[in-house]
């Protein structure tokens, strides 16, 4: 049975691509164990650097804004490692010549998509 391939916007806002299955022919998909043992000094930096500036999983989007240089310090540094690792199936010169906002774009939907997971993970299990 032919699949129908999702609809991807390439350019309307965090909103639009945060829920996309793939951005800028990356796709967005939850990490495996594998992939997020090799991202949690990545996903450990950015969550406390956003955390001591106050910036939750429900205010990310906006925080985006109000908070740039909390995000760049946070973010930026992760970039290369977490498209390395949660887009294993591009090459490093696909990656390298990825155009930097492509590149945000791509890695906060990543976070959100995985980040939610992991927080209901903890928000569900028992005390």
Request: charged share 20%.
């Amino acid at each position: 049975m032919p699949t129908k391939k999702k609809e991807v916007i390439e350019s309307e806002g965090i909103a639009a691509f945060i829920e996309q299955a793939e951005i800028h022919g990356f796709p967005i998909h939850e990490w495996n164990t594998q992939q997020f043992v090799a991202l949690y000094p990545e996903i450990k930096h950015i969550t406390s650097t956003f955390m001591d500036a106050g910036i939750t999983l429900e205010t990310i989007e906006s925080a985006i804004a109000s908070h740039m240089g909390t995000f760049g310090d946070a973010v930026i540094p992760c970039v290369p490692n977490i498209l390395k690792f949660s887009c294993p199936e591009k090459t490093q010169e696909e990656r390298d010549n990825l155009p930097f906002p492509a590149a945000i774009q791509i890695v906060v939907a990543l976070l959100k998509r995985n980040m939610d997971h992991v927080a209901d993970f903890f928000a569900q299990s028992p005390k």
